[in-house]
């Protein structure tokens, strides 16, 4: 059974969530910044064995020190088995050394994790070339959960009958799950990328031609939206398709910079997310899944 869920005063609202449904109590870690920048934590002064930290990985840099300042602490403080819960997870697009020099980000971080923690939660990771949350993070309990029902939950709610569209290959797995939990129709376009901001999107025969989209109610469906580019694109081309609406359902709402003003510019309508990320478009909540997956873990 979990014990004690420690978290940050910035995601208070998020981790209560996930308190109240999975049953147990939370304690907030104190958090002061001195002035040369350096970090100072302050934990329970005695934690249980059993210890879950909620810390979602957006904006990542200085959260990973963060943890590693905690999972430290928290074992000379009593506590003997740690869960990362971590609903968005950083540094996992970079699997491969792609020029000569690249840092394979993912490897490192994940055997980072790996060495603080004996199970990390998160939802929707950011995978391309490896088939399990394992293989990229090395614990004995890596759960990889998917935000794609909530969001199709949503999306039945708000735009019944809509056609569900993956802006690219990467999105089928989502767009799929999606669209067979409420039987939505679906399609998935083709994407290059040229760049951070330069992308190509290539809609499908059917869509192309109007043959889907006409006076259709349409859903891009994604896992992140962080430039809005790629999303930004294939709403145009919908609605030149004759779309009669475009919005967009994602599980993690990064939205860097101007990409939600992007979209909407684009045509975009609504923008539905799930709260990985905090955000306005925050629309599906996680927690009732995350105390499942606490459960789910037997430490031995």
């Known amino acids: 059974m979990m014990s004690l869920l420690l978290h940050f005063d910035d995601e208070t609202q998020e981790a209560e969530r996930l308190a109240q449904a999975a049953g147990v109590e939370r304690a907030v870690i104190e958090r002061h910044r001195f002035p040369d920048d350096e970090l100072h934590l302050r934990l329970p002064e005695r934690l249980p064995p059993r210890v879950v930290v909620y810390r979602s990985l957006h904006r990542p840099n200085e959260k990973l020190l963060e943890l590693l300042l ?82 199709a939950d949503v999306v039945a709610a708000q735009r019944p009958g809509a056609l569900l569209v993956g802006p690219d290959a990467e999105s089928r797995q989502w767009v799929e799950a999606a669209a067979e939990r409420h039987g939505f129709d679906f399609a998935v376009c083709a994407k290059t990328r040229h760049g951070d901001h330069e992308v190509d999107i290539v809609l499908p025969e059917s869509l192309k031609a109007g043959l889907q989209t006409a006076r259709r109610r349409v859903v891009l469906l994604d896992d992140v939206a962080s430039s809005g580019h790629t999303l930004a694109q294939a709403a145009r081309l919908l609605l030149a398709a004759g779309a009669a609406s475009v919005d967009v359902a994602v599980t993690h709402a990064l939205f860097a910079g101007g990409a939600l003003d992007l979209l909407h510019q684009a045509g975009v309508g609504q923008v539905w997310s799930t709260d990985c990320i905090p955000h306005p478009s925050n629309a599906a909540w996680v927690a009732p899944r995350l105390a499942q997956a606490l459960h789910s873990i037997d430490p031995g």
């Open 70 to 151: 905690v999972a430290r602490t928290a074992g000379r403080l009593g506590a003997e088995h740690l869960t990362l819960v971590a609903p968005y997870l950083a540094y996992m697009r970079q699997d491969a050394e792609f020029t000569p020099g690249e840092a394979i980000s993912q490897h490192i971080v994940g055997g980072f994790l790996a060495g603080l923690f004996d199970a990390v939660i998160t939802v929707d990771p950011h995978l391309h070339r490896v088939s399990s949350l394992a293989e990229a993070l090395p614990v004995p309990h890596a759960l990889a959960l998917s935000g794609a029902p909530l969001l």
